[in-house]
């Protein structure tokens, strides 16, 4: 009896001793983690999971190694971990959890389209206010890094009639050029959509070729000459139409370009909310 | 189900997961986006009259009509860097060359393509 | 006694997973992983309680995935004297050669037999032949060349072979020729069609409207287009001789990439080996 209690006390203390091992190595691995040491807090937590044989840190190394993985940008590694943990969290706050840093490291790989699949599925499967919010903060966040102001400034809309980040998307959709707006001025006059996005001389300059291509190409045809200006009406004057209805589309798209940037630039510096 | 698609998903990435070469730190994310629409051969800006030549005419006329060169470099900028690799009249006899060979639209095969869509055609392989 | 068990638990217990033994299983775990940086640490952290020879390879298989190829050849060199995987190393040595693109040392090593193993003369040999065809320009003797190898292998090589050294060529030369006669005819001899056709296109259109603008009084036109025609005939030419050469060097190139696919297919003769390499 005394032999069988001293063996069940020994088994209990291989068990507890066991146990706190890994508790030491999890608050070491924290440590590095909380001081950004994420490369060694990487193998740690590794070490973790290869010891935790019951699997009851599972969630939370995975959890990290995705973090760590996505402050040092390595987000493909990072959704790998990230997917592990979602498959071993106990509970449905851990899952959630999991699913949303898989949002953010899509959004900052600019894989928007995963991003808002695993959205949506989140909107059906946590229907509740609170977590409806966060979905559209998110939501809001992978549409304006995939440069879709209008619908971002919809989803944060929903989280506050006045939002910061509301305001900023709408400011922006409305201080970008419409591209086919560009092209159909230029259509109808050569150079006008330069002229729409900001760029005077090079619309100066479109719309003299073409003034010029269409008066040789018209005299041409009047003198008879019809090989001489299909040559001339091909080789400068369609030429130059086309140019300045492409070369509107790019100066607009290059305009929109440096707004977008600038309000990424504030998103990165000073915008203080919760970011991806 | 869901569990083996996850799984086999994880199996997948682990296949084609970033490797880690050397000790690194965090970063900072950029949410820039860099404008991929430029010629990745542009030919650097000298100041001499061929470079003054060069820039006039993208600023008068290349600029202005149209992306119609399917090559890169572009035709100018093949021009320009022969120029400066070989001499004049080479350089002149590789333009005329590239020139017809860009107003071939019959088939394109023989040549690689760059991320942009455009076929590399540099300046080496004709000097 | 209980209190003698408790006391020497609680101090066993610290630093557990600090063992070397449990290093040594973690490491492993994370080579099976293929995370060959952090397992080379470990391992390196293993070596300072346990000289062991099958981690200084795992180490040495580690940096060469890395691509760091000097750290790796000092692992290997520590397993060539009086080690179970001394051969192994040794062909492993070649291989890092191979990759170091350093054939003259290759060839010299080989040669004086130094870093050699004989259980692995055959592979090595192999390696050297494949190095040879790829790295000589002049013609070298085919029975050396093609000893080591035997049935597909044999053939694969000496269709290489044969393709680098008697490669149907282009002659630059007779291209110019050919286009300075018929514009174009230089770029289709060299397989080029389209392109030719198009030369022979443009410039004909060139002359027919110098000729049409000469017929119909416009002189001025007339030299312009002719003018033209004369540049882009030049240009014709010159392109059909640079087509040839760039027919020729295609050649080679495509044989080069199918040596080293070859070699790669092969694993570079690099043997299997348990737990370690694929």
Same mark, same amino acid.
């Given at each position: 009896?005394? %032999?069988?209690?001293?063996?069940?006390?020994?088994?209990?203390?291989?068990?507890? =001793?066991?146990?706190?091992?890994?508790?030491?190595?999890?608050?070491?691995?924290?440590?590095?983690?909380?001081?950004?040491?994420?490369?060694?807090?990487?193998?740690?937590?590794?070490?973790?999971?290869?010891?935790?044989?019951?699997?009851?840190? /599972?969630?939370?190394?995975? /959890?990290?190694?995705?973090?760590?993985?996505?402050?040092?940008?390595?987000?493909?590694?990072?959704? $790998? =971990?990230?997917?592990?943990?979602?498959?071993?969290?106990?509970?449905?706050?851990?899952?959630?959890?999991?699913?949303?840093?898989?949002?953010?490291?899509?959004?900052?790989? &600019?894989?928007?389209?995963?991003?808002?699949?695993?959205?949506?599925?989140?909107?059906?499967?946590?229907?509740?206010?609170?977590? $409806?919010?966060?979905?559209?903060?998110?939501?809001?966040?992978?549409?304006?890094?995939?440069?879709?102001?209008?619908?971002?400034?919809?989803?944060?809309?929903?989280?506050?009639?006045?939002?910061?980040?509301?305001?900023?998307?709408?400011?922006?959709?409305?201080?970008?050029?419409?591209?086919?707006?560009?092209?159909?001025? %230029?259509?109808?006059?050569?150079?006008?959509?330069?002229?729409?996005?900001?760029?005077?001389?090079?619309?100066?300059?479109?719309?003299?070729?073409?003034?010029?291509?269409?008066? =040789?190409?018209?005299?041409?045809?009047?003198?008879?000459?019809?090989?001489?200006?299909?040559?001339?009406?091909?080789?400068?004057?369609? &030429?130059?139409?086309?140019?300045?209805?492409?070369?509107?589309?790019?100066?607009?798209?290059?305009?929109?370009?440096?707004?977008?940037?600038?309000?990424?630039?504030?998103?990165?510096?000073?915008?203080?909310?919760?970011?991806? | 189900?869901?569990?083996?698609?996850?799984?086999?998903?994880?199996?997948? #990435?682990?296949?084609?997961?970033?490797?880690?070469?050397?000790?690194?730190?965090?970063?900072?994310?950029?949410?820039? #986006?860099?404008?991929?629409?430029?010629?990745?051969?542009?030919?650097?800006?000298?100041?001499?009259?061929?470079?003054?030549?060069?820039?006039?005419?993208?600023?008068?006329?290349?600029?202005?009509?149209?992306?119609?060169?399917?090559?890169?470099?572009?035709?100018?900028?093949?021009? #320009?860097?022969?120029?400066?690799?070989?001499?004049?009249?080479?350089?002149?006899?590789?333009?005329?060359?590239?020139?017809?060979?860009?107003?071939?639209?019959?088939?394109?095969?023989?040549?690689?393509?760059?991320?942009?869509?455009?076929?590399?055609?540099?300046?080496?392989?004709?000097? | 006694?209980?209190?003698?068990?408790?006391?020497?638990?609680?101090?066993?217990?610290?630093?557990?997973?600090?063992?070397?033994?449990?290093?040594?299983?973690?490491?492993?775990?994370?080579?099976?992983?293929?995370?060959?940086?952090?397992?080379?640490?470990?391992?390196?952290?293993?070596?300072?309680?346990?000289?062991?020879?099958?981690?200084?390879?795992?180490?040495?298989?580690?940096?060469?995935?890395?691509?760091?190829?000097?750290?790796?050849?000092?692992?290997? @060199?520590?397993?060539?004297?009086?080690?179970?995987?001394?051969?192994?190393? @040794?062909?492993?040595? +070649?291989?890092?050669?191979?990759?170091?693109?350093?054939?003259?040392?290759?060839?010299?090593?080989?040669?004086?037999?130094?870093?050699?193993?004989?259980?692995?003369?055959? @592979?090595?040999?192999?390696?050297?032949?494949?190095?040879?065809?790829?790295?000589?320009?002049?013609?070298?003797?085919?029975?050396?060349? +093609?000893?080591?190898?035997?049935?597909?292998?044999?053939?694969?090589?000496?269709?290489?072979?044969?393709?680098?050294?008697?490669?149907?060529?282009?002659?630059?030369?007779?291209?110019?020729?050919?286009?300075?006669?018929?514009?174009?005819?230089?770029?289709?001899?060299?397989?080029?069609?389209?392109?030719?056709?198009?030369?022979?296109?443009?410039?004909?259109?060139?002359?027919?409207?110098?000729?049409?603008?000469?017929?119909?009084?416009?002189?001025?036109?007339?030299?312009?287009?002719?003018?033209?025609?004369?540049?882009?005939?030049?240009?014709?030419?010159?392109?059909?001789?640079?087509?040839?050469?760039?027919?020729?060097?295609?050649?080679?190139?495509?044989?080069?990439?199918?040596?080293?696919?070859?070699?790669?297919?092969?694993?570079?003769?690099?043997?299997?080996?348990?737990?370690?390499? @694929?």
């Amino acid at each position: 009896m005394k %032999s069988l209690f001293i063996f069940c006390l020994f088994f209990m203390m291989e068990i507890s =001793f066991a146990q706190s091992n890994l508790e030491k190595q999890l608050n070491y691995a924290n440590e590095l983690f909380d001081s950004t040491d994420y490369f060694d807090a990487i193998t740690e937590y590794k070490r973790l999971i290869y010891f935790d044989v019951n699997k009851e840190y /599972y969630w939370e190394a995975n /959890y990290k190694i995705g973090l760590s993985y996505k402050s040092g940008g390595f987000y493909d590694n990072a959704i $790998q =971990f990230l997917k592990i943990s979602e498959m071993n969290a106990n509970t449905s706050d851990g899952i959630l959890e999991s699913k949303l840093q898989i949002v953010r490291c899509n959004i900052l790989r &600019r894989t928007t389209p995963s991003a808002l699949q695993i959205l949506d599925e989140l909107e059906i499967e946590y229907p509740t206010e609170e977590y $409806q919010a966060e979905i559209s903060y998110w939501r809001g966040w992978a549409f304006m890094l995939n440069d879709e102001w209008e619908n971002a400034a919809v989803e944060f809309g929903k989280l506050d009639a006045g939002h910061e980040l509301q305001t900023l998307c709408t400011t922006v959709e409305e201080s970008k050029f419409s591209a086919i707006f560009a092209k159909v001025i %230029s259509y109808l006059l050569p150079g006008s959509g330069y002229f729409y996005s900001g760029e005077y001389l090079p619309g100066i300059l479109s719309l003299s070729w073409n003034i010029l291509g269409g008066y =040789f190409t018209v005299n041409a045809i009047t003198e008879n000459r019809i090989f001489d200006a299909f040559v001339i009406g091909e080789l400068g004057w369609l &030429r130059f139409y086309r140019g300045s209805i492409e070369g509107a589309e790019k100066s607009v798209a290059k305009k929109n370009l440096e707004i977008a940037n600038s309000a990424y630039r504030f998103l990165q510096n000073k915008y203080e909310g919760t970011q991806p | 189900m869901i569990k083996i698609a996850l799984f086999f998903f994880v199996f997948v #990435i682990a296949i084609a997961a970033q490797q880690e070469n050397k000790r690194w730190s965090k970063i900072h994310a950029n949410y820039e #986006i860099k404008n991929t629409n430029q010629d990745a051969y542009q030919c650097n800006g000298e100041l001499n009259f061929l470079g003054g030549a060069h820039g006039l005419y993208k600023y008068l006329i290349s600029d202005l009509d149209g992306d119609n060169c399917p090559f890169s470099p572009s035709c100018s900028n093949f021009f #320009i860097q022969a120029a400066q690799q070989t001499n004049l009249i080479k350089a002149s006899l590789m333009f005329a060359d590239r020139f017809m060979r860009d107003t071939n639209f019959f088939n394109r095969e023989d040549y690689i393509k760059n991320p942009t869509g455009k076929l590399i055609d540099t300046v080496e392989n004709y000097k | 006694m209980t209190f003698i068990i408790l006391n020497e638990k609680i101090y066993s217990q610290e630093e557990s997973l600090l063992t070397a033994f449990n290093r040594y299983k973690f490491s492993n775990y994370l080579f099976q992983q293929k995370d060959y940086y952090r397992a080379n640490n470990e391992f390196r952290q293993y070596l300072w309680y346990e000289n062991n020879d099958t981690v200084r390879f795992k180490i040495a298989f580690g940096l060469i995935e890395l691509g760091e190829l000097k750290q790796s050849q000092d692992y290997l @060199k520590s397993l060539f004297i009086n080690s179970k995987l001394s051969d192994e190393a @040794k062909l492993f040595f +070649f291989k890092i050669k191979y990759f170091e693109n350093d054939y003259d040392e290759f060839t010299a090593l080989r040669k004086n037999k130094i870093y050699f193993s004989s259980i692995y003369e055959t @592979k090595i040999n192999k390696l050297e032949s494949c190095f040879n065809l790829q790295n000589s320009n002049m013609l070298i003797d085919s029975t050396n060349l +093609f000893a080591p190898f035997s049935g597909g292998e044999y053939d694969t090589i000496r269709s290489l072979y044969f393709r680098k050294y008697y490669p149907e060529r282009k002659d630059e030369t007779t291209a110019g020729i050919i286009s300075a006669i018929i514009p174009g005819a230089g770029k289709i001899y060299t397989e080029n069609y389209s392109d030719g056709i198009t030369s022979f296109l443009f410039t004909s259109v060139l002359g027919f409207l110098s000729y049409n603008n000469f017929k119909n009084n416009h002189d001025v036109r007339g030299w312009i287009f002719a003018a033209l025609t004369g540049y882009f005939y030049a240009g014709n030419i010159y392109g059909s001789v640079a087509s040839a050469r760039i027919y020729n060097t295609d050649i080679q190139v495509r044989v080069q990439f199918d040596i080293s696919e070859f070699l790669k297919n092969k694993n570079y003769f690099m043997p299997k080996i348990h737990g370690i390499s @694929k």
